[in-house]
């Protein structure tokens, strides 16, 4: 019994040691974009609520089996449904405060956000088309004619236990795709095979990249820096390597970048079909 203890102590001790937490945080990553943060608050205020009503409930659980218990000699009552004012009123309060939590509370900011999770198209100043395939990422301006891949640049060796993991083991990509700070981007979302699902945690996007569908979000990143996400839909054996980099950088310095991806690049031909790619691609497939 003793070694039990003193071996769980040391695997306590083990497991607080601030190396195995390395790359762990406590909370969400810093929301970097308003979906994101708007998320994050539904999160704080959904827990703020089930907890008050946890410990509440609880309480008067708690404090109804000690006091109206039969050894202290509190007489049961003997009816079975509520029957007068003072009963009916204690039967629908938790009723009405529960729908009003729900429908209000909750309802308000929960309509609030999906309403602008949905906006994709008002004041987007960029379209970004991202398509999954197993298992890397195609990323295309539309408007600028450039498209490149982005693909896994964490060497074998590494993956292989080769070599010691490097400080983004798995997180790192060959073709970072680089966006604008505070302009808003359209993202719009398809796949080559089969679903791969887009996801950058501190911007609070996750969405499904389906084949033959054309799917949207938006972010409108207002801080500089590197952040990083992975497919987060199963699609296969290398599903855990096609993460996702994106470098938000200032204005200037992604105009030069896109016009150095531009003269690099063998720019693709401008699509007449903008919006719809995927669409006249099957269309044109189909009358062949
Ligand atoms: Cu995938």
């Known amino acids: 019994m ?37 998320t994050l608050h539904m999160h704080n205020l959904v827990m703020v609520v089930i907890l008050v009503l946890f410990f509440l409930v609880f309480g008067l659980l708690i404090y109804s089996f000690r006091t109206h218990r039969k050894d202290a000699g509190y ?47 008002t004041d987007a100043e960029l379209v970004v088309k991202v398509t999954g395939s197993q298992w ?3 990323y295309e301006f539309p408007a600028e004619g ?6 896994l640049s964490t060497p074998r060796d590494q993956i292989d236990n080769g070599a010691a993991k490097g400080q983004h083991y798995l997180l790192e990509v060959d073709n970072p795709l680089v966006l604008p ?19 950058v945690p501190a911007f609070g996007v996750k969405r499904d990249a389906v084949p033959g569908f054309l799917r949207e979000f938006w972010a409108t990143v207002e801080k ?50 903008a919006e719809v790619p995927a669409a006249a691609a099957v269309v044109a497939k189909a009358t062949q």
């Open 224 to 273: 500089t820096g590197t952040y990083r996400g992975q497919c987060s839909e199963l699609c296969g054996k290398e599903h855990g390597f096609m993460p996702v980099v994106v470098h938000v950088v200032s204005q200037e310095e992604f105009a030069a970048w896109l016009a150095q991806k531009k003269a690099a690049l063998k720019p693709t031909a401008p699509v007449a079909a």
């Open 146 to 151: 450039v498209s490149f891949p982005s693909r």
């Open 181 to 199: 700070v505070g302009k808003k981007v359209r993202f719009i979302t398809t796949s080559n095979d089969v679903i791969h699902s887009w996801w």
């Open 75 to 121: 007489k049961a009552a003997k009816f079975t449904g509520p029957t007068n004012r003072k009963q009916w009123l204690w039967v629908l309060s938790p009723f009405a405060l529960l729908f009003f939590i729900d429908y209000v509370v909750f309802g308000i900011p929960a309509l609030h956000a999906v309403i602008m999770y949905e906006d994709t198209k």
């Open 2 to 38: 003793r070694n039990i203890f003193k071996h769980g102590l040391a695997a306590l001790a083990a497991l607080g040691a601030a190396g195995a937490w390395a790359g762990y945080a406590f909370n969400f990553p810093e929301p970097v974009t308003p979906i994101a943060r708007e």
């Open 136 to 138: 890397m990422w195609e």
